[in-house]
């Protein structure tokens, strides 16, 4: 299996992830929370780890030590809340209130707490890793940071607006980096590529 095959899957994936987070965010902010929206976000999560992947393997040589690292703890932190996407949004979603709010007072609560956290470390130190790198744009770098970060903590709330911009901020973010991973690689990388420790 090739790295160009890599980066290609890696990114369709990234556009089905972007897509499956953006849409029902903007759906939800008309309709609120649907069997069908919970769907679509809780098996979109499955496609997270190829694109991450892809945009790491994308900047991987820029991003040196502190970018294999980031990216190694995103990758954990991204199976596990993919994991609990997939509970809240295919399972929870299908039991009554009372029983899924047991659920998530027990042991289950913390299980679900440090999958979170370890999520916003690692999207926060991948989110930095590229900006340091400059080989994938700046503003949807940043985006990734802010908005999958806001997407971990406001998880457990209601649906309201702000929760629905975030999803589609997380989105598009993702879908601009999917595509600049498949766009030709930058003539210079700037000062911070050539000094970051490899």
């Given at each position: 299996?090739?790295?160009?095959?890599?980066?290609?899957?890696?990114?369709?994936?990234?556009?089905?992830?972007?897509?499956?987070?953006?849409?029902?965010?903007?759906?939800?902010?008309?309709?609120?929370?649907?069997?069908?929206?919970?769907?679509?976000?809780?098996?979109?999560?499955?496609?997270?780890?190829?694109?991450?992947?892809?945009?790491?393997?994308?900047?991987?040589?820029?991003?040196?030590?502190?970018?294999?690292?980031?990216?190694?703890?995103?990758?954990?932190?991204?199976?596990?809340?993919?994991?609990?996407?997939?509970?809240?949004?295919?399972?929870?979603f299908y039991v009554d209130e009372a029983v899924a709010d047991e659920v998530l007072a027990g042991p289950t609560r913390f299980a679900v707490l440090g999958g979170a956290l370890v999520f916003v470390a690692g999207t926060v130190l991948f989110s930095?890793?590229?900006?340091?790198?400059?080989?994938?744009?700046?503003?949807?770098?940043?985006?990734?940071?802010?908005?999958?970060?806001?997407?971990?903590?406001?998880?457990?709330?209601?649906?309201?607006?702000?929760?629905?911009?975030?999803?589609?901020?997380?989105?598009?973010?993702?879908?601009?980096?999917?595509?600049?991973?498949?766009?030709?690689?930058?003539?210079?990388?700037?000062?911070?590529?050539?000094?970051?420790?490899?």
């Amino acid at each position: 299996m090739s790295t160009t095959w890599l980066l290609r899957f890696g990114a369709a994936c990234g556009v089905v992830l972007g897509l499956s987070t953006a849409v029902p965010g903007l759906v939800e902010a008309f309709t609120g929370e649907t069997a069908a929206t919970s769907f679509v976000i809780g098996v979109g999560a499955a496609f997270g780890a190829p694109a991450l992947t892809a945009l790491y393997l994308r900047q991987r040589a820029e991003s040196g030590r502190f970018g294999a690292v980031a990216y190694a703890v995103n990758l954990i932190g991204l199976g596990l809340f993919a994991g609990v996407a997939f509970a809240l949004n295919l399972v929870l979603f299908y039991v009554d209130e009372a029983v899924a709010d047991e659920v998530l007072a027990g042991p289950t609560r913390f299980a679900v707490l440090g999958g979170a956290l370890v999520f916003v470390a690692g999207t926060v130190l991948f989110s930095v890793s590229m900006l340091r790198a400059r080989v994938l744009p700046a503003l949807p770098a940043a985006g990734y940071g802010a908005a999958f970060t806001l997407l971990a903590l406001l998880a457990s709330l209601p649906d309201s607006p702000v929760t629905s911009a975030v999803h589609v901020l997380a989105g598009g973010s993702l879908i601009w980096l999917s595509v600049a991973v498949r766009a030709p690689a930058p003539a210079c990388r700037g000062p911070l590529a050539v000094t970051t420790s490899r």
